[in-house]
């Protein structure tokens, strides 16, 4: 079973700027991507960010393009997601979740970290 595990979340002041972490664990682990999505009550989930598990491509969403990056640390096995210049509408709970072939659907879903942006 693999558990992901979100962290990183707080509260920060509109312009500022917070590293979000996800922590894999359980049994070895090889999807296709990695990404990060985002949510608030009443709206579906947004994607934020991807990336190719094994090296590579990145993929963002339009609106954080430019301002926060995906990456991974390999001997860790954790994803990061560096968001700046951080506006009050992101304010939502932050997911990760994997990929396990492209086009399938996402899952592995972990708890969410919340992230508060205040103007």
């Known amino acids: 079973q693999v558990q992901l595990v979100e962290s990183g979340g707080g509260s920060v002041q509109a312009g500022g700027s917070l590293r979000l972490s996800c922590a894999v664990s359980?049994?070895?682990?090889?999807?296709?991507?990695m990404g990060w999505f985002r949510q608030t009550p009443g709206k579906e989930r947004e994607f934020v960010a991807a990336?190719?598990?094994?090296?590579?491509?990145?993929y963002y969403s339009d609106s954080v393009k430019g301002r926060f990056t995906i990456s991974r640390d390999n001997a860790m096995n954790t994803m990061y997601l560096q968001m700046n210049s951080l506006r009050p509408e992101e304010t939502a709970t932050y997911y990760c979740?994997?990929?396990?072939?492209?086009?399938?659907?996402?899952?592995?879903w972990g708890q969410g970290t919340r992230v508060t942006v205040s103007s």
């Open positions: 990336l190719a598990w094994n090296g590579g491509n990145t």
């Open positions: 979740a994997a990929q396990m072939t492209m086009g399938s659907a996402w899952g592995s």
């Open positions: 359980g049994r070895t682990f090889s999807p296709s991507r």
